[in-house]
């Protein structure tokens, strides 16, 4: 069983930053093996794919993001981490990590940033941007 924790989200004013992290629990798992992504949703609007990495260490953004977000991983202790810069009150949102391991994600065919290609999500936390 996959387990993803997410923590981190808080209040921050605009212009700051924050950054959540997703630590990875799990019988053999390793994220070294894993395509990884953040969401967020705020209530009333659908989820949007924010940033995604692969396993290989390629990563994506959402054009909203760039710039200011910056998805990164640390293998050796199975977590994942979204550091926000530059924080705008349209970023306010729960925050999610999925995963899912790269050799059954790269058949799906899907875009990093869709969330139908991961099986494995966290609880969400929250990230509130006040102007």
């Known amino acids: 069983q996959v387990q993803l924790v997410e923590s981190g989200g808080g209040s921050v004013q605009a212009g700051g930053s924050l950054t959540v992290s997703c630590a990875v629990f799990?019988?053999?798992?390793?994220?070294?093996?894993?395509?990884m992504g953040w969401f967020r949703q705020d209530p009333g609007k659908e989820r949007e794919g924010v940033a995604a990495?692969?396993?290989?260490?390629?990563?994506y953004y959402v054009g909203s993001v760039k710039g200011r977000f910056t998805i990164s991983k640390d293998n050796a202790k199975n977590t994942l981490y979204l550091q926000m810069n530059s924080l705008k009150p349209e970023d306010t949102a729960m925050y999610y990590c999925a995963a899912d391991f790269s050799s059954r994600w790269s058949l799906l065919g899907r875009s990093a940033l869709d969330g139908s290609g991961y099986r494995y999500w966290g609880q969400g936390t929250q990230v509130t941007v006040s102007s």
């Open positions: 990495i692969l396993s290989d260490g390629t990563t």
């Open positions: 799990g019988y053999t798992v390793s994220i070294n093996y894993m395509s």
